[in-house]
């Protein structure tokens, strides 16, 4: 495949890397300063780069025919929207808050652990998310996924930074070296607590999914998940 990147910083490096193992081409690195851009060049655009940027560079695959991957978070205001607009020019997407495969894994054991704590108001819950030092938005998409796991299958209506309730759930949000991402989802009683955590060691993982979400996107047409591309049903 021919992919551009949106974005060549820690995530975009990362994905090249991954991408000229799997053999394929890197035919375009787009920052902010990238005046013109040939999108007859690239068969996939993968688009890591900032909160504000991401919807823009976003709509300029699907004005230009471009199925595209996009990981950056901070951006989910304007999901609806890319939603529509990808429809209605028919193109493909798929956004994640997090490509790996581990934690697209612990997304499924959280829902599935949030199930049967449902009817134990005994537990609170709360989640915490840990990355590095240069990280633009708190609290992490991922940490974002993980706390709408939890409300569409618990009495939680809402969540909010460093604030609970019996039906605000909190997120706990620390930024401390250089930290991948660690989350954790803790279910707290006066007898006990039971956590789940997930630990990325690099951001391999999420390149790698990301790459094989752009493989996997190749001639089709529509709004997908991660969910799709692992098939978890
Ligand atoms: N979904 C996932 O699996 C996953 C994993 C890691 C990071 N992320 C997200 O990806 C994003 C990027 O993370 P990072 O660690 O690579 O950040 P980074 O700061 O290292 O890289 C972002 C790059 O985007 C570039 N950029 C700025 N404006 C741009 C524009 N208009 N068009 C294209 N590029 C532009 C910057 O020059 C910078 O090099 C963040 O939102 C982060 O939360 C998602
Ligand atoms: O390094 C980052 O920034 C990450 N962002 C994603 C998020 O916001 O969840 C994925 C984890 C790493």
Redesign the pocket.
């Known amino acids: 495949m021919r992919i551009a990147l ?7 490096q990362m994905i090249e890397q991954i991408a000229r193992n799997r053999g394929h081409e890197i035919v375009a690195k ?3 300063n990238t005046q013109d851009i040939d999108f007859n060049s690239m068969d996939v655009a993968i688009d ?4 504000e ?1 991401a919807f ?2 976003i709509t300029k695959c699907f004005n230009n025919n471009v199925p595209v991957i996009s ?4 951006w989910l205001d304007k999901y609806e929207d890319a939603i529509t607009l990808c429809n209605d020019k028919k193109g493909a997407f798929i956004y ?5 495969l581990g934690v697209n894994i612990f997304f499924e054991l959280n829902n599935y652990l949030a199930k049967m704590m449902q009817n134990l108001p005994e537990y609170k819950v709360s989640l915490e998310e840990i990355h590095h030092t ?2 633009l ?1 708190a609290p992490s ?1 991922t940490a974002i996924t993980l706390a709408e796991g939890v409300i569409a299958n618990s009495n939680y209506s809402e969540w909010k930074l460093d604030n609970s309730s019996d039906t605000i759930l909190p997120i706990t949000s620390k930024r401390i070296g250089k930290v991948p991402g660690t989350h954790t989802v803790d279910y707290e009683s006066v007898v006990d607590r039971i956590s789940i955590k997930h630990t990325a060691h690099n ?1 391999e993982g ?1 390149a790698l ?2 790459v094989t979400a752009a493989e996997w996107i190749i001639g089709k047409s529509g709004v997908f998940t991660m969910r799709d591309v692992l098939n978890l049903g």
Do not use: L
């Open positions: 949106f974005g060549y910083g820690k995530m975009g787009i920052d902010e890591f780069s900032m909160p940027a823009g560079n990981g950056t978070t901070g994640a808050s997090n490509f790996s240069q990280k938005d998409g951001r999420f999914g990301a």
